[in-house]
């Protein structure tokens, strides 16, 4: 549902997709009860994304990713029969973690412990001094695996042993959304992490609304994301997918590079990448920009898009390719943010420095964001408001928010989804 985001009159997004209009509660950013019952209906319920194929693209390759919410550590292995299964980093002996990670080959796995010994498809193999044992039931003492399925390159894991709904439910329109889109650089992100003092959804909410842009950004992307014709830039579309969801953000088609940024016009001056937020060039992209849910509406005045898949990830898409950003409960008022940005080999110099750039560009974004974050957790941890007032392109924090209530209040994952 494309809109005239620079017209006199308001968007009109909210109502169009169905969602009310009243304000939002303010108590599930600071609640230990709502902690707690986010762990445990909904990211110990819902497929977790954790990695990309191209992490692990041979036999024996293996990662140890983090579900810090839950406190589980999770070996994602690439056995020789191309299956990549996933396992609970725990030994059947006492329990200790048995791959330190973050990531290698290796057809088998030992326990830093006492050297028991997994293939890397789970089977337990090998048993120091096995006699002095009493009959361990081997076939039954293998790593402990965890659901894992993969779509389109992403790999997700659930943590209910026999999930409730497939990952092709769970994903429901959000698959056809972004089916066949051709991820360009996946091999190659830039990633950054941090620990923030910050409620997982006051960060992910200032990467889903641009309300905030011209405020918080003034010196980076002000005016890369608002006009004079679009002065608070507002959303160009919005649509629910499901449980999921994805806006597309305005971008300001007259840009000029400020002429004092001698770096940045150099830079830009002959890589025809489109936006000064673009990693590669629009020719490279050609084959990622033709998919029909990236810039969804063909607008002439498009920066980028969020593509929301619930609970806590983000597939962004702009101009020169894709980057990811996601949020993990640690408590009521802490989370892990990671964010990885795809970025081409460079095939010269001048697009190496155009590259760097562009890394530099965006960390420095990113970290006016995270800049902000403890300071509203901390007016949020005030109790002064119970009720946040939402306008239409916070449209994203509407909805997330209406999902997780149902998630919280759902015994099950198909009421839940209903
Ligand atoms: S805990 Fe792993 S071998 Fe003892
Ligand atoms: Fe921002």
């Not at 609970?88 to 006492?94: L, V």
């Not at 991820?183 to 200032?206: C, E, R």
């Not at 597939?315 to 949020?327: E, Y």
């Amino acid at each position: 549902m494309a809109q005239d985001a620079t017209g006199a009159a308001a968007t009109n997004f909210t109502r169009g997709i169905g969602l009310h209009t009243k304000p939002v509660p303010l108590e599930p950013y600071r609640s230990a009860s709502f902690f707690a019952a986010e762990r445990d209906r909904v990211f110990a319920r819902a497929w977790l994304m954790l990695a990309r194929v191209e992490e692990l693209p041979a036999p024996g390759d293996y990662v140890v990713k983090s579900i810090p919410t839950n406190g589980v550590s999770v070996i994602l292995s690439h056995a020789k029969d191309g299956r990549i299964r996933g396992f609970y980093n725990s030994c059947s002996h006492r329990g200790s973690e048995v791959v330190a990670g973050p990531r290698g080959n290796a057809a088998r796995f030992t326990c830093p412990y006492h050297s028991w010994t997994y293939a890397n498809d789970g089977r337990l193999v090998g048993i120091p001094d096995e006699p002095s044992f009493f009959a361990v039931d081997k076939a039954n003492c293998g790593l402990t695996p965890i659901a894992t399925e993969t779509w389109e390159g992403w790999i997700f894991v659930n943590l209910q042993r026999r999930p409730e709904v497939s990952l092709a439910m769970f994903l429901g329109p959000f698959a056809v959304h972004l089916a066949g889109l051709k991820y360009q650089a996946a091999s190659t992100p830039v990633v950054l992490t941090a620990d923030l003092d910050a409620n997982w959804k006051v960060v992910m909410d200032a990467f889903v609304e641009t309300y905030h842009i011209p405020v918080i950004h003034p010196k980076t992307i002000g005016t890369t994301f608002s006009s004079k014709m679009n002065p608070f830039a507002r959303l160009l579309d919005a649509r629910k997918l499901g449980i999921h969801q994805a806006v597309s953000m305005y971008g300001n088609p007259e840009y000029v590079a400020n002429p004092d940024n001698r770096v940045e016009a150099l830079a830009y001056s002959a890589a025809a990448t489109g936006s000064v937020i673009a990693a590669a060039t629009t020719e490279g992209a050609r084959a990622f920009l033709e998919h029909p849910s990236v810039n969804p509406t063909g607008s002439g005045t498009w920066s980028m898009d969020v593509n929301h898949l619930f609970p806590h990830t983000h597939i962004d898409c702009g101009p020169g390719g894709f980057w990811t950003h996601q949020f993990w409960p640690t408590s009521p008022n802490t989370c892990r943010y990671e964010v990885r940005f795809y970025v081409p080999q460079a095939q010269n110099v001048y697009e190496r420095f155009q590259q760097e750039l562009y890394v530099g560009r965006v960390a420095e974004i990113v970290l006016e964001d995270l800049n902000n974050v403890a300071r509203t957790q901390r007016g949020i941890d005030t109790g002064g408001k119970d009720f946040m007032q939402i306008q239409d392109s916070e449209i994203g924090i509407r909805h997330t928010m209406e999902q997780l209530m149902k998630w919280v209040d759902a015994d099950t994952v198909a009421e839940a989804m209903a």
